[in-house]
């Protein structure tokens, strides 16, 4: 049985940090795309970012380019992103998601930023950006 969790959200003040963590087991990154989404309320579910299964790949929603970092530890399966500069619009529940259909190709492709790309996702986890 796959499972994917995040954690390490919570709340800061604007241009603060935060790092947030996604472990997926039963499953070895190997095989996984993993992607971080973020959701507004109001708003719709939106990429921030995501890496290949080899790592070699990574792409950022434009938003938090030069802010956001996303890494992985395949041996740990874990899959980090390092938020700094953070800013109240960073605000939401942020979401870790595995896919592992291969329906994803890391790097300026669509394919990454529709949520059905995916096939399995953790609960989320809150980021509170004050001014």
């Known amino acids: 049985q796959v499972q994917v969790a995040e954690s390490g959200g919570g709340s800061v003040q604007a241009g603060g940090s935060l790092r947030l963590s996604c472990t997926a087991s039963g499953l070895s990154f190997d095989d996984l795309t993993m992607g971080w989404f973020r959701q507004a309320p109001g708003k719709e579910r939106e990429l921030v970012s995501c890496i290949s299964r080899s790592g070699s790949n990574i792409q950022y929603g434009d938003s938090v380019k030069d802010r956001f970092t996303i890494s992985q530890d395949s041996d740990k399966n874990i899959v980090y992103l390092q938020m700094n500069s953070l800013k109240p619009e960073d605000t939401g529940m942020y979401y870790c998601?595995?896919?592992?259909?291969?329906?994803?190709?890391?790097?300026?492709?669509?394919?990454?930023?529709?949520?059905?790309?995916?096939?399995?996702w953790g609960q989320g986890t809150q980021v509170t950006v004050s001014s």
């Open positions: 998601a595995a896919d592992f259909q291969g329906r994803t190709v890391v790097g300026g492709t669509e394919s990454v930023l529709r949520t059905g790309s995916y096939d399995y």
